[in-house]
Structure formats: C-alpha cells, structure tokens
C-alpha cells in the first residue's frame, strides 16, 4: 500500500449529454462491466478509481463520472476544481448529443482551471445501422475545440475503451506545470510539511 | 488496491436502498444548494456591498446610538449617503489589501476542497449501478410520482413547546433550503438525516463545516434540532463501543506513531475524495464490528451493513475512530498540555463530567466539543461554574489557566466597584448618558486614582489571555479535541483569549476547526478586519454579546487602542454573518457576565442550554444583587478620600488574592499525598 503514496494521482472529468454513455464507458473501462439494460441516470456525480501506466510510470485516476442530466448543473462548480483532464462524450447516433458538445465545451471553458486538456469521444459506435454522426464530424470538431484527441468507442463490444484515457493522461503528463498544480491541489502527494492542508490519508 | 475498492463498493450499496431514485436526485440536489449557500456566505463575509447592518432587527439598535469609531469623529454630522459611501470605500480598501484577498481565496479553497469530498462520496453513495438496475426496476411501477404526494404531515413536530423553540432558532439561524424530501415520513427524514451524518463522518472527521451542513439539512428537512442532537451522541456511544471490539493493539501503536508526525498539518481534509481513504483501509473490515455497529446503532432503521457501509473505514478501525475522538497525537486531558503549559503559567482543559485524571467515560463523549473560558476569578469555582449552564449535547471542557493572574484581577475587579469612589464615578457617568464620552476618557477624577488597583492586574491578565490564546490555536491545530468540531463561549479575558485564539488560527489557515463562537464584554477591537479575519475559521455563529452599559470594560480598556473600538461595548460592524446581540438591559456591568452565561446563551437561541442551570443561575445573581444593594447603602453615608481608599483596596486584593492561592498550594500538596 505504502507505494500508492506516491503515484500521482489525476483528475478526470466525464462530460456529456445524458444518455450519451459516460458511465457506461467508464464501468466498461474499470470493472469491465457491460449491461445494455440498462438505462439508469447518474445521479450528480460518481466516482471511480482507476490505475494506468503510461510510458511505463504508473497513475491513478481519480474518475468523475458526472450526470448529464439539466437538473444537475448546480453540481458543476464543485466538481472542476482541480481537475487535469475533461472527456466529453456524445453518442454517435444522436445528432442532437453531437450538437449539444458545443455547449459542453463553454462549459469546461468557463470552469476548468486553465491548461484543462479536453478528449472528445463518440460514444455507441457499434450502432452502425443509426448512426447520425460522421467520424469526420468528430474529428473536426475535437480539432477545432482544440481537443488533445478523439476517438469513437463501444462499451458493448470494448473496442477502444482504453484508449481516451490512456490517451489524455499522455497529455496530461506532458503538461507538468498542470500536474504539479493540480496534485498540489488535491493534496495528495507532499509530504515535505510544506503544504498546509496536506493529505489525510493518514488518519 | 483492487480489493479494497471493491470492499468499498460494496458497502456503498445501501442509499439506495433507503430511497428511491428520485429521492436521492432530491438528496444530491439539495446537498448541492445548500454548500452553494454556505459558499456564498463565506464569499459575503468578504464583499464589500454586503454589510451585516441590514437585519431589521440590528437596525433598531445601530440608528444612532453608535459611536462612529470606524469613521473620523468629525464627519459625524455629514449625511447618511455620504457616510454610507466613505464606509464602502473604507471597506473596499480593507478587503482589497493582500492579507484580506489571500484569506478569503484560502478560506474558499478550503471549503472547496471539503465539498468536493463531500459531494464524491454522497455521489458514490447515492450511485450504484447494479443496485439500482434492480432497484429501478421493481419500483418503477409504485414509486413513479413519489414527489408529487401532498405534505403527509407538515405541523406534526409542532406539539412540544420547548421543542418548537429550538426549531424556531433553528430555522433563523439556517433557513430551510426548498426540497421535495420534507414530504416524506418522519422516522424516514431522520433517518435520512441520520445516514447523512454517518455518511459525513465516513470522511473520518467533523469538522464545522459538516456540522453546519447538517444543520441546514435537518432544518431543510423540516426537524427539530434535537432529533439531530440525539443522533450525534447516540452514534458517538455507538462509534466507541464498536470501537472496543475494532483491530488490535499493533495497529493502534503504528497509528498513534504515525499521526505524531503526520497529525502535525494535518488541518486539511481527508483525502479528495472520501473514498479514496476508503480504499486504503478498507480491507480489513470484518464483519463482527459491523454487527456491533449495527447492534448499538439498532433501533435508528439502519441495518448492521447498512451503517457499516456509510461509515466506510470508520466501521472497520478502532483507530479511525479513536482519532474522531481524539485519542492520539494530542487529547483534551493528559500529558499533551504539559508542553503547552511551559508557554503559559498554567493552562488545561476541565472536563465538566468526570475528573481530569481519568478518561472520560464512555457515555459522557460526545461528537462534538464546547469549550468554555472563564475572564477572571473570585474563587477558583468560577472557573467551572459559569459552564454549568451548557447541557449534556455536547462535551464541556472549561478552560484553566491563569489561575494567580485572573484570581488577582477579579478581587481587583471586586473591590474597585464595590469602593466609594466607583459608586460616585457611575453616577457621574449615568448622568451625562453619552456613552461616546466614555471613549473619550473622560473618567471622574475619583476614579482614576483607584485605577491603579486594577489597570495593572488586567494589562497583565490581558497579556496572558493573548498567550493563551495562542496555546489554545496550537492544541486545537494538534487536534486535541480529535476531529470534532469545537464550540468556544468565553466573558471578558475569556473573550479575548478566544479573539487571541481565532486570529491566530485564520493566519495559520485552520479552517473547520471551529463550529460556533461565543464572545461576552470582550475586550478587543470591534474592527471589521479582525471580525473578518475571525469570521472566516468559525463555520457557524459568530455572535458577539455586548453591552453598553459596561462602564467597567470601558473603564478598562480606555488605555488600549479605543481607535478600532471595543467589541464588548459595541457592534461588530459591517461584516456580514456575525450577531451582534445587545444585552445593556440584562448587564448593567462587565462583572454580571459570569452569573448571566446561561441566560445570555438562552437568549441568542444556542442549542445546548441546560435550562434547569440557568434557573439555577439567575437566583444566585439576584442573590447577588440584593447583597450589592446593602453593602452601597452602607457605603452611602460617608465619603471616603479616593487616595486613602485606593491604598486600603490594594491592601485587600493582595489578602484576597494570597488566600486563594495559598489554598490552592494546599489542595495541591493535599492531592500529592
């Protein structure tokens, strides 16, 4: 246990319409879970704990796995703080959760500490047959945004599921002023006594 | 690590259990709007176009009695806007220096911080995927509009007169945030409200900010304070019983040792998330403890995994428990103060159950800590007594120290207004009523010759309250009281001690240390940045208790920098959250607060007054009173030279104090036999 004091520990968002397969993904990606049954709504906002290596240095992912739904948006404020990286995800076979990003976007925009990097995902791309959201489009609209990458995924079928994550934590690390402010932030690694409101795992 | 998230996740299984889906949307959200609430609040405290004085019920009391200390004497005459305008220019300019911004920015990260916790592990509750799937399912059909219900039984709770009092303070103090959750049924309310609190300690402490998100909730849901009161000391007993048959004694040596370095900073919170501690403990649970848990918390509706589950690691460690209560690193009675007591002549907490030399009984801990400190002392009882009054809610520690210095300035005390010269100088001042004058050092003759009795023994009395108070921010930063929330009422150099101890704590940054704040005729500055500054460690009510009428702390303080005010005579001004409540009527002078503790606590609506001892109280001052009435009668008659009065009253206090100490010495040599 002692040797998870010090792995660093990121901050990931998961963004999105309701509906559009954010906890869906993330169960798929931490437990390896998948019901297509069900439909249940996140309520405010779940967590989830995840490690992954990148270039051989191991993480830990703190997970928010946030609610789409309108009624929730009193949460965000309290969930952006300190955060490294946003997923957005939408749902490849509804045209209307590929326009909402748009207004997912200014979301992070004004809340996100600054040099937040953002992932665009489209979510259901199994759902060939409906599908109403061009992998271009996709593509197109994460480079405009500025995303750091996009990519389509099925939790049904795990194809891709790793890869946003491993993919924006790549990102993330390469921005140290990013994780040195925001592991400061949430207090989890110094153990110098130089910080005052340190970590409480201890207790 | 895999293991023990998993043990986590499957506690975690049970809010959902207790609600229905749409039940803990209405949880969530209403979690949600009141720390914005209680965001916005601390926000106010440093905002300038937000003033305290808009209460009508201060306004009666500001309109013009008030001496203008903030503002130059001279602009008294100039018009009300314009007054207005240099007063938010003034409080501008305070709030925009550094020290102000950097505050207010840590105070905010702090309680960011605490609701982001606080908000994953309500989100980590409420959200169970598999549990839900199912649970959805079956309730689907019954529970499809459960909101839409009518009130079952809003005025229920209204048939208990002493309890709808506290309800009404309640309510006040915290006003109800707008749910559909009040409609439930009650035992399911409290019952909500009860998973609440475990839920909020499964964060491994309760800190203020906690306690006042469950008074916001309680009265959001509609509950009677007591209700949330019963629940605090029924899972205190619960936590250390269970407690008792929790891990062994290996893994509290290894704990014990290793919070003597971490503990140090440790002011912080738990972690990001409370469930990333859970993850790190979480694996030894055993289920044995959970059904002890369940046993004692039993009849509450709770399951034993229910609860175990909300509590998360703290169910599974003896230890974690024993930090709650401040078992290691520092505690409220035993060797810890020693250190301290190095720094001050002598300093230690009482508690009022129980002796000091014993560890407190099990049934007599509590969730939470109130701290009384006493200014000044006649005999060494009064250092306890006037915390008789604060009932059994709550654990009640008075505050020893100083004992030769404040013994020696309340027999100062006693004999300057018992003298001739004072009972001549009162009327004098009586009759010229313009209590600005008293700023203005305008003091009887008379009456600045008797000062030397007692200027001396409070400057060196207030000397020591500044110290103490600094000693009481280090114990409380060590945790001496675990991590509970602590409540502080003190009189006069109690008050200040308290001043000394807040002012401290916000330049260190401890915020959520302390819950509530009580100050009687406190000698210290009426400022606004320093009722800022205070303002910002306290998570709950501020009150400052003053009265006009205390010609002897005016008396007192006039040496002392009567530029920035003196709270004990006055308003805190400006400074949004703080009550400013007038008690002239009730003190008609500095050395009434200790005997009026109880009645003053009554007043404001403080939550935990033993009523039977402020009956109790009330006697002995009117006692009191009749005696005073004789002995001036007496003294009517013949006038006495101020010189020789002066001279015949030093000779007293010295008898005086020398006899109390000297029968401490005694006690002392006694109790070492």
């Known amino acids: 246990m002692a040797s998870d004091e010090s792995i660093s520990t990121l901050k990931i968002l998961m963004i999105g319409p309701s509906g559009a397969g954010k906890s869906a993904l993330l169960i798929r990606y931490c437990d390896d879970q998948f019901d297509s049954e069900s439909s249940t709504a996140t309520i405010g906002v779940d967590f989830k704990m995840k490690k992954l290596s990148v270039h051989g240095k ?68 199994d759902k060939t047959a409906q599908r109403t959201v061009k992998v271009e489009e996709g593509m197109k609209m994460a480079e405009e945004r500025g995303c750091v990458g996009f990519c389509e995924v099925s939790s049904k079928t795990r194809e891709n599921v790793r890869k946003p994550f491993v993919e924006i934590v790549d990102a993330v690390v390469q921005k140290p002023e990013l994780l040195s402010s925001g592991t400061r932030r949430m207090g989890t690694v110094p153990v110098d006594g130089g910080e005052g409101f340190g970590s409480g795992c201890s207790c | 690590m895999a293991s023990g998230k998993d043990t986590a996740r499957e506690h975690e299984q049970d809010l959902s259990t207790i609600l229905s889906t749409e039940e803990r949307v209405e949880l969530t959200l209403l979690i949600a709007n009141i720390t914005e609430l209680m965001r916005k609040q601390i926000a106010d405290t440093f905002d300038a176009s937000v003033t305290s004085a808009k209460k009508p019920q201060q306004a009666l009391h500001i309109t013009d009695k008030n001496p203008n200390v903030d503002v130059n004497k001279t602009h008294e005459e100039s018009e009300e806007e314009e007054k207005a305008r240099k007063l938010r220019e003034k409080r501008e300019k305070e709030l925009s220096a550094p020290k102000m911004l950097e505050l207010r920015k840590d105070s905010l990260d702090f309680f960011d911080k605490w609701r982001e916790s606080v908000i994953s592990r309500v989100g980590t509750a409420v959200n169970n995927s598999k549990e839900t799937v199912q649970e959805q399912k079956e309730t689907a059909s019954v529970d499809a509009t459960p909101n839409s219900a009518p009130p079952a039984e809003p005025k229920v709770i209204r048939s208990n007169t002493n309890i709808e009092e506290a309800d009404a303070a309640l309510i006040e103090l915290y006003p109800p945030t707008s749910t559909a959750l009040y409609s439930l049924q009650k035992d399911k309310r409290i019952l909500l409200l009860h998973s609440m609190l475990l839920l909020l300690l499964s964060l491994e402490h309760y800190i203020g900010h906690s306690r006042v998100l469950l008074l916001h909730i309680s009265s959001s849901l509609h509950l009677p304070l007591h209700v949330l009161t019963e629940q605090e000391i029924k899972v205190a007993q619960g936590l250390l019983e269970a407690a008792k048959h929790m891990s062994g004694s290996e893994e509290t040596q290894k704990r014990s040792d290793e919070n003597k370095v971490a503990r140090r900073w440790k002011v912080g919170l738990a972690g990001v998330a409370g469930a990333t501690v859970i993850g790190v403990t979480g694996g030894l649970a055993a289920p044995l403890v959970a059904g002890a848990i369940g046993t004692i918390m039993g009849g509450l509706g709770l399951g034993a995994t229910t609860a175990a589950g909300l509590l998360g690691a703290l169910a599974e460690s003896g230890v974690i428990v024993g930090s709650l209560f401040g078992a290691y690193g520092g505690r409220m009675t035993g060797k810890m103060m020693d250190a301290y007591a190095k720094e001050v002549e002598d300093f230690g907490f009482l508690p009022l159950k129980g002796s000091k030399h014993r560890e407190p009984l099990p049934e007599d801990r509590r969730l939470r800590v109130t701290i009384g400190i006493s200014g000044w002392l006649t005999q060494k009882e009064d250092i306890i007594t006037p915390w008789r009054a604060l009932g059994k809610e709550s654990e009640v520690f008075a505050l020893r120290w100083e004992l030769e210095a404040l013994t020696k300035l309340g027999s100062s005390l006693e004999s300057v207004v018992k003298s001739a010269a004072w009972t001549v100088a009162k009327k004098e001042i009586i009759a010229r009523t313009i209590f600005a004058s008293l700023m203005d050092a305008l003091w009887p003759i008379a009456l600045l010759k008797v000062s030397k009795v007692v200027d001396n023994p409070f400057s060196v009395a207030k000397n020591r309250a500044d110290k103490a108070g600094l000693v009481l921010a280090d114990a409380l930063i060590n945790k001496a009281q675990g991590e509970r929330p602590v409540t502080l009422i003190g009189y006069s150099l109690g008050a200040r001690l308290i001043y000394s101890c807040l002012m401290s704590l916000a330049e260190r940054r401890a915020f959520g240390l302390v819950e509530s704040v009580v100050l009687m005729g406190t000698p210290a500055p009426s400022d606004a940045a320093v009722w800022r500054a205070m303002r910002s460690v306290v998570s709950g009510r501020l009150v400052n208790v003053y009265s006009e009428n205390d010609y002897i702390l005016a008396f007192l303080y006039r040496t002392s920098a009567i530029q920035f005010g003196v709270a004990g005579l006055q308003e805190a001004q400006d400074v949004p959250g703080i009550e400013n409540i007038d008690v002239s009527e009730m003190v008609s002078g500095h050395l009434r607060y200790q005997y009026l503790v109880g009645s003053i606590l009554e007043k404001i609506g403080f939550e935990d007054v033993d009523v039977e001892e402020v009956a109790r109280e009330e006697e002995t001052l009117a006692l009191l009173e009749k005696e005073e009435e004789k002995e001036q009668e007496k003294k009517q008659g013949d ?32 109790l070492g036999k």
């Open chain 1, 58 to 125: 191991a993480y830990r992912l703190n997970l928010l796995d946030t609610a789409g739904q309108e009624r929730f948006r009193t949460l965000s404020n309290s969930y952006y703080r300190g955060a490294h990286g946003v997923v957005l995800v939408y749902d490849i076979s509804n045209r209307d959760s590929f326009l909402a990003m748009e207004r997912w976007f200014e979301e992070v925009e004004s809340n996100a500490q600054p040099g937040a990097v953002t992932y665009l995902v489209g979510a259901k791309m």
């Open chain 2, 639 to 670: 006038s006495v030279d101020p010189e020789k009065e002066a001279a015949e009253m030093e000779k007293d206090v010295k008898k005086q104090t020398d006899q109390t100490l000297m029968q401490r010495a005694a006690e002392t040599l006694h």
